[in-house]
């Protein structure tokens, strides 16, 4: 009939389609992934007789119609252009309704038919049009597919570009935001609470597993929600959110059914409102005292979420009445004497507990309560050291053994520093020194050493370290000390600990702290992916506050971790790149393009570009792909000058260093030694597709083809073809008085050496002349004979081999394993 007839036309169209989408110009490829979504609608849209053939097209690998439709996802989500991105999030968004619909696969199903993962590289893509896009596609996936990956996807990926610097992309994930999270809870105001077990509102799906990030982005995005809705929220979702409070704390329900997400919403709210509209203080301290008896009775403290109870109870303070203050101060003080509670509620409670102080003094209640409040602060100090000096002599915490005991002094211990940083006055020689004698593990009992545990080690660390931030005089004591135990030989929450400290004394302290950045950044190259994610963090944070610069071998490490083995690292350290350092300083890259090449192969055989000094425990000499993965991410960010002037760098510095007249430096004699993989790097460089504009005129129009709508095509193709006119008699002008002469001169260097290197620089010469091959006499004109080669090998690839013609020019190796999504910064 006619639908069979329409149904062959469009799959021999979505035939044609499929081809074009690994078409060589951008604009063509998302144009027929465009087209391929087009053709499944069709498709969709025909009778029941069709189903079949769309079923065979999209799920039967082995049917002769098949199309590859993952496939086709993952090259357009990984493709250079934008445009080809963004019509691969419409190629999605057009596949989930079929996959769900159509061919009525399940969840499970549709979430693996997809790499899903790519979606995160889109959402952080350079092209505002593409992180747009990718909040859409995330949302509808949640909507046709709410399995627990979708979710994690949502809110690792939409939830933070509520934050996103371009106000059309926070907007979009706004709205998004209000549909899946405000609208739902809103929606449950009315429910019946009768004959219901547990919460009788429901937290959205996408809110029930979320970690303390997540949370973050959560309150900022309600914030913001707030704001562009003249600073309110609707009522029935507050409304929700103080009934699902009051579930948790009549029934009781267990601590871990209370949702962090609906606490981390209830902070926000009560933030901004602090008169008790919202919520009553009664209500907020009954949820603590609460939390305080399963905590004790179960043993359960779920993270984070004693932590946003009092956050709440501290915005509410103000609404307080005097005998709910000494209420809540006297529960807080007797959790804190019993040393049971983990670090992030002990930072939260001391908080607490000096907010309450300055609640008191500006009621100006505080007078009558000072003595109790001394007498505890002694008696708690006391405690305090009294179970530090038990632990310096080597004796077990009284009233707790084993894993209790060291828990009980890691507890002790950040007491002590959060106790430091709130009233200097109890830093004495005495604790410093119970402090520092666990941290550097040097307790002795009868002449026997006993060995303290990593993790009180830790804390001893940090404890000793917010003691230095009070006073500078134990700084200057102790950095050498912190330093030293920045060592391999130590544990990771050692070092890891100290690495806090010391850039928390580099924000305090930056002379201080200068001399020693050097050994902090060598944990960029340790080998544990945290340590060096943690490391990359504080090395970035101090570099975009400026407290250092950016120079000499910080430069050089730091763009050493562009090629770490984690897409975590070095994704974070591209962003970082990207975004802040990279702004700041556009020409950074091309100024020192040459000395990282020296510097990542351990070579100084250049005067004047000594990087690899210093640094040769960052030398990557032996990892050719991980240098690439390096060189492509600069030239990615660079303009075309920068590269015309960063292969002037390469020519006249680096490959003319072997021929100059009177100081030539020694042509390497194999590939391994690091003057072997410089000159490797530099003429792999040359003739790298990265670089191809060099040498190439064809890119002078090229930027308007994958401009989509816009007029006066006759203008546009007569000013390019003007631009390359021009450009093509400056090239070949650059070429024959400063490229070729160099080349050509090492070129019978080699020969006369039988260099291996010599394949390596006939490739090179091949292909920047790529473009020239009419030209070849002239321009090689003092090597006629190298000039009937060239023209006889490129006649021979373009006449040989499929791949030849313009696009030869090689690409720089880079790992399967490292593939990074082109835009993801």
Known sequence: GADGARAELVRRLLVALVRRCSDAVPTVRGRALG??????????????????????????????????????????????????????????????????????????AIGSFFD??????????????????????????????????????????????????????????????????????????????????GLSIQLPAVLRDIDSEATEYLQR?????????????????????????????????????????????????????????????????????????????????????????????????????????????SSLSSSLSSFTAPPSLIRAMTSCIDRIE????????????????????????????????????????????????????????????????????????????????????????????????????????????????????????????????LNPNESFVVRNNVLIVLADLCNLYTSLVDRFIPSMTDLLRDGNELLRKQAAMIIASLLSEDFIKLRGSILFRFLYVLSDPSESVRGFVECVFARILHQRNATMFAQNFLDVVCALNGWMGLASFRGAEGNEDFSLVGSPTRRAVIYRFMLSLMTSDQKFNVCAQIVTTLLASFVDAEEATPLPKNAAEPAGQTLSDGLTLLCCKEMRICFTTQRAGQDDEDVEGGGGGDEKKGAADAARGVLSSILKRNMCENIIPVLVQLKSLMETRHSPFLKTLRHCLREILRDFKDDLP?????????????????????AGEPDGGASGAAALPVAASQDVAPGAR
């Open 116 to 197: 899903l993962n790519l979606l995160a590289g889109l959402s952080a893509d350079e092209s505002i049009l593409v992180r747009k896009a990718s909040i859409s596609s995330l949302s509808l996936l949640v909507r046709l597919c709410p399995c627990a990956e979708a979710h994690s996807l949502w809110v690792a990926n939409v939830l933070p570009m509520v934050l996103d610097v371009e106000a059309s992309v926070g907007e979009r994930a706004l709205d998004e935001l209000e549909a899946a999270v405000v609208q739902p809870l809103a929606e449950q105001a009315q429910a019946d609470p009768k004959n219901r077990k």
């Open 358 to 485: 300055l609640t008191w003094k500006a009621k100006k209640l505080y007078a009558e309560r000072a003595k109790d409040r001394a007498a505890w602060r002694t008696s708690f100090l006391k405690s305090i050291q009294a179970m530090l000096g038990d632990a310096c002599r080597g004796q077990e915490v009284a009233g707790a053994h084993g894993t209790d005991g060291s828990r009980r002094i890691e507890a002790a211990l950040f007491s002590l520093g959060e106790l430091a940083m709130l009233d200097s006055s109890i830093i004495s020689e005495g604790v410093v020194t119970q402090v520092q004698t666990l941290a550097t593990n040097t307790v002795y009992r009868e002449g026997c050493r006993v060995e303290t545990c990593a993790a009180a080690r830790g804390q001893a660390f940090s404890a000793l370290g917010k003691c230095c931030l009070k006073k500078d005089t134990l700084a200057k004591k102790c950095v050498e000390l912190f330093v030293l135990y």
């Open 221 to 329: 995005g309600l914030k913001s929600v707030a704001k562009r809705n003249e600073g309110k929220l609707p009522k029935p979702f507050l409304a929700s959110l103080v009934r699902m409070l009051k579930d948790c704390v009549k029934q009781p329900l267990p601590l871990r059914e209370w949702p962090l997400g609906m606490w981390a919403m209830v902070e926000e709210v009560s933030r901004s409102n602090t008169s008790g509209d919202f919520l009553d203080f009664d209500t907020a301290l009954a949820a603590w005292v609460q939390f305080s008896k399963l905590r004790l009775s179960t043993g359960e403290t779920p993270s984070g979420l004693g932590s946003k109870i009092l956050l709440v109870l501290e915005h509410l303070l103000p609404s307080a009445s005097a005998d709910r203050l000494d209420e809540l101060m």
């Open 35 to 108: 087209g391929v979504s087009a053709a499944l609608q069709s498709l969709a849209k025909c009778s029941e007789g069709t189903e079949g053939l769309l079923r065979s097209v999209v799920l039967e690998p082995g049917h002769p119609h098949h199309v590859d439709l993952p496939g086709l996802f993952r090259s357009a989500a990984r493709d250079e252009k934008p445009t080809a991105r963004r019509s691969a999030l419409n190629l999605l968004d057009t596949a989930l309704p079929l996959l769900q619909g159509s061919l009525k696969l399940n969840s499970e």
């Open 778 to 798: 002239a321009m090689l004109a003092g090597d006629p004979q190298l000039a009937s080669e060239i023209a006889y090998d490129l006649q021979k690839e373009s």
